[in-house]
């Protein structure tokens, strides 16, 4: 955890500058007739481009920072459920430091289209396809960590195996876009709707429950309602596969993204229908998440002002709360 921590607070420190003076330069060209990215001025060395490398510079470091803390998360929570260390502890390590420092080096995959060279097309195609060997690291070792445990069942297992799959689903994606003369066809098209928003939009997601599940059960010292997240984890399972995994597949049909409706795809309409029903059930799930949510807090909140303290204590905001264990 203090790996992740440390190495996204790095990505954060030192990307965060470089976005920064971006805005300031567009800042200065819309109040101060400034022309950075003006292309219309022939005699000044402007550059439009020069914008889309700084913010993607950001951008996409950007990713790791969201996803890198709840990778660590899920390995300590994989080692707590499984009543055992995560399988090969070091290598996992290894590949947060490993994306730590090749999430810089990335962000080129975004400016395929934008008139890169061959050499930088090459170049930035390889980086992408190595940072994918510390992820694909990090799930053969959740996978490892479960093989040969006959652990009980439990809803932290279900949302474990939900991050899996999903973070599977759209590493699997990202590795085409990886490849320039594939990204080159898919760039700007639902398929790369689908793939972020099944790392960030849904992976990232699953990791919010166990957090919720084991919050609940130190900070406010009650067993949290356990009993609808195999619901949950179904119904978003079921509803995300629907939704992203055909936005994968108009995607490959090159059906642009930010366009309302669109002709050049045969039975558009029909998909369309599908999209919005997956779309229904993940708001769903979330609904009922949050439902399950207030329940929760209104449990603990009940226990903080009504019971005694039994057992070893532990002061969270001023109340000493017993620590359960789920």
Not at 12 to 24: D, E, M, N, V, W
Not at 124 to 130: D, E, G, N, V
Not at 161 to 177: A, E, K, N, T, V
Request: aromatic share 14%; glycine share 10%; net charge positive.
């Amino acid at each position: 955890m203090s790996t992740a921590v440390s190495y996204g607070s790095w990505l954060l420190i030192t990307s965060i500058p470089i976005l920064a003076a971006g805005l300031f330069m567009v800042m200065l060209q819309k109040m101060a007739s400034f022309t950075y990215w003006d292309a219309r001025e022939k005699h000044a060395h402007n550059d439009p481009i020069l914008y889309v490398h700084l913010f993607w510079y950001f951008g996409h470091p950007e990713v790791y920072i969201l996803v890198m803390p709840p990778m660590a998360f899920l390995s300590r929570t994989v080692a707590d459920v499984m009543h055992k260390g995560v399988f090969h502890r070091g290598s996992q390590c290894m590949a947060l430091q490993m994306i730590g420092v090749l999430g810089y080096i990335v962000y080129g995959h975004h400016l395929f289209t934008m008139g890169l060279s061959v050499d930088a097309r090459c170049f930035y195609s390889m980086m992408t396809l190595l940072v994918a060997i510390p992820t694909g690291q990090k799930m053969l070792s959740w996978v490892g960590s479960f093989y040969g445990v006959d652990a009980p069942s439990h809803p932290v297992k279900d949302w474990i195996r939900g991050f899996m799959s999903h973070f599977g689903i759209g590493g699997w994606s990202g590795i085409m876009l990886s490849i320039a003369i594939l990204d080159v066809n898919y760039h700007d098209t639902m398929y790369v709707v689908g793939h972020f928003h099944t790392i960030l939009g849904i992976a990232v997601v699953c990791v919010i429950p166990p957090l919720w599940l084991e919050f609940c059960s130190m900070y406010f010292g009650v067993r949290p309602h356990i009993g609808p997240h195999k619901v949950l984890v179904a119904q978003l399972t079921k509803g995300s596969i629907i939704l992203f995994v055909l936005f994968h597949a108009v995607g490959l049909h090159q059906v642009p993204r930010r366009m309302w409706e669109t002709v050049d795809v045969q039975n558009w309409v029909e998909c369309s229908v599908v999209l919005w029903y997956g779309f229904y059930i993940v708001q769903g799930c979330i609904i009922k998440f949050l439902w399950v949510l207030g329940m929760d807090m209104g449990k603990g909140w009940r226990h903080l002002q009504a019971s005694e303290v039994f057992g070893s204590e532990r002061s969270v905001l001023g109340y000493s709360v017993t620590r359960v264990r789920t």
